[in-house]
Nanobody, 124 residues
Framework: QVQLVESGGGSVQAGGSLTLSCVTS???????WAWFRQVPGKEREGVAT???????YYADSVKGRFTVSRDNAKNTVHLHLNNLSLGDTAMYYC???????????????????WGQGTQVTVSA
C-alpha cells in the first residue's frame, strides 16, 4: 500500500511562489506521479503528470509557471508553483499509480493512490 503525504501549502500573494511536497511511503517498482487540484463545486483538474516513461505533462493553465520534480533519495515528489494567481487557489492533491499507467490528455487516469491534500490560497 502506497501512502502519500502532501505538505507545503499555505497562503501567498499573487505573483508569489510555493513548493508543494509529496512524501511517499513505498517506491519499489515504477510509478507514475501526478498533481491535481480542486476547488469546491468544480471538477478536479490535472495539473502535472510524470509518466512512467519519464515524460512530464502540464495543464495549459500552469505551463511555464509550475514545475514538477522528483527526489528519489527522499521518496519525494515536488510541485514548484511560481507566479501564482488568484485562479490557482485550490486544494492540491498528490496521486500515484503503478506503471504501466494510463495518461490521457496529459492527465493521469484513475490513480490508485491519493494524498490527503494541501491547501493553496492566493490573495490579491
Amino acid at each position: 500500500q502506497v501512502q502519500l503525504v502532501e505538505s507545503g501549502g499555505g497562503s501567498v500573494q499573487a505573483g508569489g511562489s510555493l513548493t508543494l511536497s509529496c512524501v511517499t511511503s513505498y517506491t519499489y517498482g515504477r510509478y507514475c506521479w501526478a498533481w491535481f487540484r480542486q476547488v469546491p463545486g468544480k471538477e478536479r483538474e490535472g495539473v502535472a503528470t510524470m509518466g512512467g516513461n519519464g515524460n512530464i505533462y502540464y495543464a495549459d493553465s500552469v505551463k511555464g509557471r509550475f514545475t514538477v520534480s522528483r527526489d528519489n533519495a527522499k521518496n519525494t515528489v515536488h510541485l514548484h508553483l511560481n507566479n501564482l494567481s488568484l485562479g490557482d487557489t485550490a486544494m492540491y492533491y498528490c496521486a500515484a499509480d503503478k506503471s504501466p499507467c494510463a495518461v490521457a490528455g496529459g492527465v493521469l487516469q484513475d490513480p490508485d493512490y491519493w494524498g490527503q491534500g494541501t491547501q493553496v490560497t492566493v490573495s490579491a
